[in-house]
């Protein structure tokens, strides 16, 4: 992670075209693996990637294309969820947050297989960076960016990416993570209409102790935490 690399420029619309010619359409008898990979193939030769890429490694750039195969599958027309906006946290964070809804109902027990996410180790020092404006808070320091995992066991802390790092903390979650080889999914713990968010729980100290800066629905409607 450097904070101080820039993407190069690039063209929404490029991106846009290639998921609505390979991945959104209906029809066809390409299977559904079949149209994401020529979605990434096509996506590996933009410009603005090739550059991004430029001298990666064979390993990095299939880190990329299996990244960039987990955000294009979720706009299948078999996928079960989608990526949205939320205004629940921004009063706290100052930007504008993402959430995952469901599109077609979910029942427990069910993995979310298009809600994909992996775990990339992050040093000791990418970590006080990422702390670094929370420490200047007044209200206990809670971390802003909750795509960060600690784990206990390892004593180490780790980036959550994919799409499955937009799922939101309630301490009334409906699902639980799942891990499937080595891919992280979540599994369904209660039924979740078309509409609903999906919400997992990330732990009893995330959001400070006893989790008292939470600002999850469930606190809400309670009129506890945050």
């Not at 190069?8 to 959104?24: R, W």
């Not at 029809?27 to 990637?49: I, M, P, Q």
């Not at 309630?170 to 080889?181: A, I, Q, S």
């Not at 891919?183 to 078309?194: Q, S, Y």
Request: glycine share 8%; charged share 25%.
């Amino acid at each position: 992670m450097d904070p101080s690399r820039r993407l190069p420029k690039h063209d929404p619309a490029a991106v846009l075209a290639i998921v609505k010619k390979y991945v959104v359409r209906r029809g066809g008898s390409s299977t559904s693996a079949h149209r994401v990979k020529r979605a990434v193939d096509a996506l590996l030769e933009l410009n603005a990637v090739k550059q991004y890429l430029h001298k990666r490694s064979n390993s990095q750039i299939n880190a990329f294309a299996t990244h960039a195969s987990r955000y294009f599958e979720l706009y299948l027309p078999t996928g079960s969820i989608e990526i949205s906006h939320t205004s629940r946290y921004s009063h706290r964070t100052g930007k504008s947050e993402l959430c995952i809804l469901a599109t077609t109902p979910l029942k427990v027990g069910q993995v979310i297989s298009d809600l994909k996410g992996s775990l990339a180790h992050l040093t000791a020092e990418e970590d006080e960076e990422l702390k670094k404006t929370d420490s200047r808070r007044r209200d206990g320091g809670i971390r802003r960016d909750f795509s960060v995992i600690h784990s206990n066991q390892k004593n180490k802390s780790h980036l959550f990416l994919g799409p499955a790092r937009f799922v939101n903390h309630d301490c009334d979650h409906n699902v639980e993570l799942f891990r499937d080889g080595r891919v992280i999914t979540f599994r369904v713990l209660k039924p979740i209409a078309a509409g609903q968010e999906v919400t997992a729980h990330y732990g009893e100290g995330y959001f400070g102790k006893g989790n008292r800066h939470c600002l999850c629905q469930t606190c809400e409607r309670l009129c506890r935490g945050g």
